[in-house]
C-alpha cells in the first residue's frame, strides 16, 4: 500500500511540473490522468480508509488555509461565509436527496439524504487555485476560502445525523439542531484552546525546528480531540489555525520562514496526491455499483441529473439571497442614521456587496473534493439490524461521477468564464495599495522612534553617525557605503534588529486595532524576516 501511494505522488508531483510549464491546471491535470490511468488492465486499486481521508489529509489542508487567511476578512464576509457553508448545505442536502430518490429509486429516501449530504460541501481547492492565478477579486476570493474553510463541518454534521437515521444507531444528540450547536461550539472552543496552549508551547521552547514541530501537531490533536467528544473537528481545526496564524507575527523569523516554506510544500503534496486519488477511484466504484445491481445507464443518467442539480441550486442561492442581500442594505440606507453614543463603539461598516460578475463565477465555483469522497467511502456496510446499507454503491458510484464532472466540466471552464468576465476591480488594487502605504508609514514611523530612542541613550561619535546613516536610509537619502567604515559592523546589526523589533511591534499593533489587514502584515513581516536572516548570516561571518 505505501508503494502504492509513494508511486502516486511521484507520478503526480511530475504531472503538476509539466502543468505548471504548459501553464494548465495542475489539479485537474493529475485528476484527468488518474482517471485514464484506473482503466488500466490489471491495476490493484489505490484504497485508503475514509478515516485516514479525514483524519491526516484534511486537518493539514484545513489548518494551512485558516492560518494563513485573514481573520479580519473572515469576520467582514462572515455573512456570505455562513450563508453558503451553512445555510447552503442544507439546501443542497435536501434537494440532491429528492432529486436521487427520483432517478434512481432503488436508494430510498433514506440513502437519497446520505447522498446529498455527501454531495453537499464544494471544495473551493480548485476555484481558489484558479482564481489566485485568475487574479479574482479579494472579495470573491475570501467568501471562496471562507466557505471551503466551514462547509466540510457542516456537511460532515449532517452526514453523521443522517448516516444514524439511515443505519438504525444512536445518535450522540437526538435533537438534530442542538447536535449542530454542539457541535460547532464545542469545536470552536477547543480549537482555539488548542491553538492557543500551542502558542504558549512554541514560545517556551525557542526553537524553530520543535515549534514547527507543534504547529505540524496541531491540525492532528484539534481534529481527534474534538471527534472525540463528538464535536467538529473541521471546526476545531479552523478555529487553531485562525489562533496559531493570529499569534504567528509574535513568533520569532525563523520559526515563520521555516513553517511558511513547510506548509507550502505541504499544501502541493496533498492537493495533488488528492486529484490523483479521486481520478484513480472512478472504475472501481463504478465496477461495484454495477455488481450489485445497478444498471450503469441509470447511474449515468442519475449523476447528470444530480449534477444540474447541484449547479442549479448553487446558482438560484447565491443570485436569490444577493438579491434578499440588496433588498435589505437599499432598506437600511434609507433608515434616519443612529447619533452615536460617546464611548460606544461604532460598527464597521458592511462591505460592498458582490457584483453580478462575481456571483457568476462564485456560483460556477461548485467542484466538489476530498470531502465528499472520503464521506461516501464512510458510509457503513450494514445497519445496527446487521443488514447490509441501502445504496451504498449506488451512493459511492453517484458520488464519484459527480465529482469527476464538477472537476472536467466546472474546473476546465473556470479559467475561460474568469477571462471573459473580466473580474479586474480597481477598487482592490486601490485599497491594497492604501494598506501598503499605511504599513510602510507605520514602519517608518517606528523606525524614527526607535532611532530617537537609540541616540538618548547611545552618545559615542560612531553611535551617533550609525543613527544618522539609518535615518538616511529611512529617508530614502543614502548615499553610496563609504570605502571605511565609520562604525562598527556589530554596533549596525545590533541596531538593525533593534528597529526591525521596533517596526514589527507597531505594526502589529496596527493590525489588532484594525488599522491594518492581516495579509498585508504577513506579507510585511515575510520581508523583514528575509531581512533579520541576512543581517544574522553577517553577525556570524563577522
Excluded at 479579494?138 to 457542516?154: F, H, P, R
Amino acid at each position: 500500500m505505501f508503494a502504492h501511494i509513494l508511486i502516486v505522488i511521484i507520478v503526480a508531483i511530475a504531472i503538476t511540473a509539466l502543468a505548471e510549464r504548459r501553464n494548465v491546471q495542475p489539479a485537474l491535470l493529475v485528476a484527468i490522468v488518474g482517471l485514464a490511468a484506473s482503466f488500466i488492465p490489471g491495476l490493484p486499486r489505490l484504497e485508503l480508509e475514509p478515516e485516514i481521508i479525514l483524519g491526516l489529509v484534511l486537518p493539514p489542508m484545513l489548518f494551512s488555509a485558516a492560518s494563513d487567511f485573514s481573520f479580519s476578512s473572515f469576520a467582514q464576509r462572515l455573512g456570505s461565509i455562513v450563508n453558503l457553508g451553512v445555510f447552503m448545505v442544507f439546501g443542497t442536502t435536501a434537494l440532491v436527496g429528492i432529486v436521487a430518490v427520483a432517478v434512481v429509486p432503488e436508494l430510498g429516501p433514506a440513502a437519497a439524504i446520505v447522498l446529498g449530504a455527501v454531495l453537499a460541501p464544494p471544495d473551493a481547492v480548485t476555484a481558489i487555485t484558479i482564481g489566485r492565478k485568475a487574479g479574482l477579486p479579494v472579495a470573491l476570493m475570501t467568501v471562496l476560502k471562507g466557505e471551503s474553510l466551514i462547509n466540510d463541518a457542516a456537511a460532515l454534521t449532517l452526514f453523521a445525523v443522517a448516516v444514524a437515521a439511515a443505519a438504525g444507531t444512536q445518535a450522540f444528540i437526538d435533537s438534530t439542531p442542538l447536535y449542530f450547536l454542539y457541535a460547532a461550539v464545542v469545536g470552536i472552543i477547543l480549537g482555539i484552546l488548542i491553538g492557543n496552549l500551542a502558542q504558549l508551547a512554541r514560545r517556551k521552547l525557542a526553537n524553530p525546528s520543535l515549534a514547527t514541530v507543534v504547529s505540524i501537531i496541531v491540525p492532528f490533536a484539534a481534529y481527534l480531540l474534538a471527534e472525540e467528544v463528538h464535536a467538529s473537528g473541521v471546526l476545531a481545526v479552523v478555529a487553531a489555525g485562525f489562533a496559531l496564524g493570529h499569534h504567528s507575527a509574535e513568533s520569532g523569523y525563523e520559526e515563520r520562514i521555516q513553517e511558511r516554506q513547510f506548509w507550502r510544500t505541504i499544501d502541493t503534496l496533498l492537493e495533488t496526491f488528492v486529484f490523483a486519488y479521486i481520478g484513480l477511484q472512478l472504475r472501481f466504484v463504478i465496477t461495484e455499483a454495477v455488481e450489485a445491481g445497478y444498471d450503469l445507464l441509470q447511474l449515468a443518467g442519475g449523476a447528470v441529473a444530480i449534477f444540474v442539480t447541484t449547479v442549479a441550486i448553487r446558482f438560484a442561492w447565491v443570485f436569490g439571497t444577493a438579491a434578499i442581500a440588496r433588498r435589505r442594505r437599499a432598506a437600511a440606507a434609507r433608515r434616519p442614521a443612529r447619533i452615536p453614543r460617546p464611548g460606544r463603539r461604532e460598527r464597521p461598516p458592511s462591505p460592498p456587496p458582490l457584483t453580478w460578475k462575481e456571483n457568476i463565477v462564485l456560483s460556477w465555483t461548485g467542484m466538489r473534493g476530498v470531502v465528499t469522497l472520503a464521506a461516501a467511502a464512510g458510509v457503513p456496510l450494514v445497519t445496527a439490524t446487521g443488514e447490509d446499507f441501502q445504496g451504498r454503491e449506488a451512493i459511492l458510484a453517484l458520488a464519484f461521477l459527480v465529482t469527476i464532472a464538477t472537476l472536467l466540466i466546472q474546473g476546465l471552464t473556470l479559467p475561460w468564464l474568469i477571462k471573459r468576465l473580466d473580474l479586474n476591480n480597481p477598487d482592490d488594487a486601490r485599497h491594497l495599495a492604501d494598506q501598503h502605504a499605511r504599513a510602510v508609514g507605520i514602519a517608518e514611523q517606528a523606525t524614527k522612534d526607535a532611532l530617537a530612542e537609540y541616540r538618548k541613550t547611545h552618545i559615542s561619535p560612531s553611535s551617533r553617525r550609525l543613527a544618522d546613516m539609518m535615518a538616511k536610509r529611512v529617508a530614502q537619502e543614502a548615499t553610496a557605503t563609504p570605502a571605511e567604515p565609520l562604525f562598527d559592523q556589530t554596533e549596525a546589526l545590533v541596531l538593525g534588529n533593534i528597529l526591525l523589533e521596533a517596526r514589527r511591534r507597531q505594526l502589529i499593533a496596527a493590525r489588532d486595532a484594525r488599522q491594518l489587514d492581516d495579509t498585508v502584515l504577513r506579507d510585511m513581516l515575510e520581508q523583514m524576516d528575509l531581512e533579520q536572516a541576512f543581517m544574522d548570516s553577517l553577525g556570524k561571518g563577522a
